[in-house]
Nanobody, 129 residues
Framework: QVQLVESGGGSVQAGGSLKLSCAAS?????????????LAWFRQAPGQEREGVAQ???????SYADSVKGRFTISKDNFNNILNLEMNGLKPLDTAMYYC??????????????????WGQGTQVTVSS
């Protein structure tokens, strides 16, 4: 089965930066090509719903939640099957468990949990004021 493993989380002060990475395995075995699947980063704070942060769709089109636009950058390394999220200008409201996701339903929306098939275990990001 597809496995996604996040890394790079930690604790930073407001205004700081972090880079998250997600290593994928089992993509070919599941019948997919890494360079042609939807990939995304989601986050979930305690008591909140999981929300989409950034996405690279099947065609390579990038999307961002309004709350992170201009501060976060999503990118991928197709050769190594790695998805990255560079986070700059972090704010306390960015504190959450961050998850990577792969293989979307390809509907009109991407920002909810039900739109993605495979998920990583999450990595915690904590931003202090």
């Amino acid at each position: 089965q597809v496995q996604l493993v996040e890394s790079g989380g930690g604790s930073v002060q407001a205004g700081g930066s972090l880079k998250l990475s997600c290593a994928a395995s089992g993509i070919r075995a599941a019948g997919y090509k890494y360079n042609s699947i939807c990939l995304a980063w989601f986050r979930q704070a305690p008591g909140q719903e999981r929300e989409g942060v950034a996405q690279i769709d099947r065609d390579g089109v990038l999307s961002y939640a309004d709350s992170v636009k201009g501060r976060f950058t999503i990118s991928k390394d197709n050769f190594n099957n790695i998805l990255n999220l560079e986070m700059n200008g972090l704010k306390p409201l960015d504190t959450a468990m961050y998850y990577c996701a792969a293989v979307c339903r390809y509907t009109d929306t991407w920002t909810t949990r039900d739109q993605y098939r495979y998920w990583g275990q999450g990595t915690q990001v904590t931003v202090s004021s």
